[in-house]
């Protein structure tokens, strides 16, 4: 079997347009989220924009000038991107919970079932942007275990980032040391990125 060589062009295409003109969405006029497709598009571009930005800004503030210098290192890029999707499976779980739960609670929805079918499309989509599929049959399997416990009435209200917000914290390659040193940090980032998100959320739905 032939191993996949990982460079900076497998980041850049895809991760870095988003990482670094993130910053010009915000003078972007928002649309409406008024049905499941719409729903579909703004999980899956917001759970890519939280879990990309937060990886690759602690990479960089951990790194420094010599940040660019590890794209060189092939074990480090494989590292990243297996640290991307990884995030990024996590990220759609908590949001797709987050938004249905929302939904349930304030405009009624009923359909929470609509949940898994969403977040089952979005990863089946992914395989086109080369997500490994042992992630994508983890993030499943992992997603129907956690649906098990999901309270839809209370979701939303009770630290549902958290699980995202850890698994950058497990997945970013970084040393474990510095990592234990940064915990707080690390997880507030995330948080506050969410935060971002959520107020986004419900200045734009209208089922």
């Not at 405009?107 to 609509?114: A, Q, R």
Request: zero cysteines; aromatic letters at 18%.
């Amino acid at each position: 079997m032939i191993k996949k060589k990982f460079t900076w062009k497998d980041l850049t295409i895809n991760d870095f347009k988003i990482y670094f003109f993130s910053l010009f969405k915000a003078f972007v006029p928002k649309k409406k989220i008024r049905d499941f497709e719409e729903l579909e598009q703004f999980i899956q571009t917001k759970s890519a924009w939280v879990s990309q930005v937060t990886l690759y800004s602690y990479l960089k503030t951990r790194m420094g000038t010599r940040y660019v210098l590890h794209f060189e290192n092939d074990e480090f890029m494989e590292s990243v991107n297996k640290a991307k999707w990884n995030i990024y499976a996590v990220s759609l779980q908590d949001l797709t919970y987050y938004t249905f739960s929302y939904l349930k609670v304030y405009f009624n929805l009923k359909e929470t079932n609509k949940s898994k079918e969403i977040f089952y499309k979005i990863l089946d989509d992914e395989t086109t942007n080369n997500m490994p599929l042992d992630i994508i049959d983890n993030a499943k399997k992992n997603f129907n275990e956690r649906q098990l416990s999901i309270n839809w009435d209370k979701y939303f209200d009770e630290l549902p980032f958290n699980p995202s917000a850890l698994s950058l914290y497990k997945w970013a390659p970084i040393a474990d040391e510095l990592k234990t040193l940064d915990r707080k940090i690390v997880l507030n980032s995330m948080i506050l990125k969410w935060d971002i998100i959520k107020k986004e959320f419900k200045d734009r739905i209208q089922f």
